[in-house]
Each structure stands twice: as C-alpha cells, then as structure tokens.
C-alpha cells in the first residue's frame, strides 16, 4: 500500500535523525562550551555561548604542550598507515595471487589475530620492550598498532584481490612485466578505495589510541595526544573544563577532517568490500 510505505519512509528518516543527533550533539556541545569562561560553564552550560572567546584555545597552546603530542600522535600514526598499507596490500595479494598451498592456513593464522584482545599482550610487551631498551621511544608506539591492525587491513585487501581478474595479471605478465611491476603498475592503482579504506579506519584508531601509549610511554617528549590530555586535569580533580574541552576539540578536528575529505572513498571501498567480497 503506497500510504504504508509513505510511513514507513517517514518512520525511518525519523528514526535516521534522532540517531544522527544522538550521535552529533556530545561533539557540538563539547565545541561551543571550548568557547565559554569557567564562570559561563558553570551557571549556564547547555547555552550557546554568550560570546565567542578564544582565550581557552590560546591558553591551551600557550600552557600546555599540546603541540609537541599533536607532533609525536602525527609521526606515529602515519609511520604506522604507510607499514600497515604495505605490508597488508602485499601480504593479501600474495596470499590470493601467488600459489602456494598454505596460503589458505596462512590467511587463517593472519585472521586469528584480529580475536586477540590487545589487553593480554601489554605485560609481555612490556617485558619484551623493557629488555630490549624500546620503552618510551617511537617503535614501542609503532609495532604493536601494526600488528594489531595487520590481520583486518589483510582481510580487506584479499576479499578485494579475489575479484581482480587472472586474465589481468596473465597479460601483464606475457607483455614483460615482473611480479613487482604486476603489483605496483596493475594491481596497486585498482585497490585506491581499498587502500584509502583501510588507511582511514587504522587513522581513526591509531589517532585515539591510550592503552599503548599509557602503557609503553611516560616520558613527556613522546606522549601522544590521548595520554597528553590528562594534563588539563589538575591537583585533586581540580580541571579547567573551558581549556579542557578547547584541547579535545583542537585533537578531534584531524579526525573530522579525514571524515569528509575521505567518506566517499570509504563508502565506495566499503561498498565494493560488500558487492565483491
């Protein structure tokens, strides 16, 4: 009945939008209150703003050391994107394209990591780390965000290699190219939305990671910008709420950013994920 459909159109864009602002208003709210006085916050906190102050933004980067986390959270995550987009293109062309009869027991072995929880491998990294002279440096941030990445960014990859034609390859092959050249001229341009798929999720995570930095770091020249945050708050849980919330909103507009310049690459590398995979 066209008058049923009609409601159930109107039901679901209902239902779309209380969730899309369940989601929204934290992030609004938190912006709009980096902009308010202590005072403001306190007596009127679900107000907009009675002016539009940037004194907690100044005060943040003239107080705190937010730009040296910014820093050391930027170097570790695209360290990390750049190992983790190699070695998982590579890894998932060679086990869909290359034959070997293990290839299958490989994958498996690979898609078993992604059930580790991360939290039963600090003390014997730590361990591993503290031996080896690794703790509060870049690597001890760098390797365990790739290896625990590894096993979902090789998924993706070879549930979109497994849909790139052998007829492809086999040209290339006959017109004189190489394994390396198959991979980085033929294969590597076809996976653009795999590849930005994967880097953005990893980004996401990497971007926001505590645990690992809590952990392996207390040195103050190589926290990253989720453990540097604890700073804002001070001597009994005293906190500037106004710097407090300008610090979060100056770390999340990186994420925001990646968000809307890369959606639509995500959406198709998802969606071909989803049709071919």
Known sequence: MPGNKKLSSSLLYILV??????????????????????????????AMPSSWSFDNY??????????????????VTFACLA???FLSATAGFALVK???????KLLLFFT??????????????????KDYGLLNSYPALILPQVGFALPLSILIFTSFYRYVPDELL?????????????????????????TITVASINFIFIWNDFVFSNTFTNDKAYKTIAVGLQEFIGAFGA????????????????????????NKYVMAGVSDGAVKG
Not at 18 to 45: D, G, N, R
Not at 123 to 129: D, E, G
């Open 17 to 46: 939008i209380a969730i899309l602002l369940i989601q929204i208003y934290p992030v609004v709210w938190l912006m709009l209150s980096s902009f308010k006085s202590s005072i403001e916050l306190t007596t009127q906190p679900f």
């Open 58 to 75: 100044a005060s943040v980067f003239r107080e705190s050391s937010l730009l040296l986390y910014i820093k050391n959270t930027a170097i």
């Open 83 to 85: 190992l983790i987009i």
């Open 98 to 104: 290359m034959i070997n009869r293990l290839n299958s």
């Open 112 to 129: 078993i990591g992604i059930m580790i929880p991360i939290q039963v491998t600090l003390i014997p990294l730590f361990i591993m780390y």
């Open 170 to 194: 086999e040209a290339a092959v006959i017109d004189g190219c190489n394994i390396y050249q198959v991979f980085f001229r033929i294969v590597s341009p076809l996976t653009i939305n795999t």
């Open 239 to 262: 906190t500037d709420w106004g710097q407090t919330f300008a610090a979060i909103s100056i770390s999340i507009i990186p994420i925001i950013i990646t968000y809307l310049f890369l």
